[in-house]
């Protein structure tokens, strides 16, 4: 059974820093982009940024660009964000992703939901003012 497990959350002061992980377990990933998604109260999901298997390849949303790093550790099977510079319209749940098994994401991202087979439950982020 995979299993997705997110930590590293937590309430932070504007301007200050987390670093959220994300380590999965259950089977092998070779094929496999992973992402990070947050939602808001009352706004839909959106995709934070993501990361090609082999790691060369990323995407961050504008939103968070220049201030969001993904990375990940294939031998730890572990997906990172660091987050610097946040803000409190940072604030949401925070969700790590795996797509479905597919040879495009050895060297491609993923932004869509739709991309994605397995999902955490999530870790809260809460940025004061």
């Known amino acids: 059974q995979v299993q997705l497990v997110e930590s590293g959350g937590g309430l932070v002061q504007a301007g200050g820093s987390l670093r959220l992980s994300c380590a999965a377990s259950?089977?092998?990933?070779?094929?496999?982009?992973m992402g990070w998604f947050r939602q808001a109260p009352e706004k839909e999901r959106e995709c934070v940024a993501s990361?090609?298997?082999?790691?060369?390849?990323?995407y961050v949303a504008d939103s968070v660009k220049g201030r969001f790093a993904i990375s990940r550790d294939n031998a730890l099977s572990t997906l990172y964000l660091q987050m610097n510079s946040l803000k409190p319209e940072d604030t949401a749940v925070y969700f790590c992703?795996?797509?479905?098994?597919?040879?495009?994401?050895?060297?491609?991202?993923?932004?869509?939901?739709?991309?994605?087979?397995?999902w955490g439950q999530g870790t809260q982020v809460t940025v004061s003012s």
């Open positions: 990361i090609s298997w082999i790691g060369t390849n990323t």
């Open positions: 992703a795996v797509t479905y098994d597919s040879e495009t994401y050895v060297y491609s991202y993923a932004t869509k939901e739709s991309e994605y087979r397995y």
């Open positions: 259950g089977r092998t990933f070779s094929t496999n982009a």
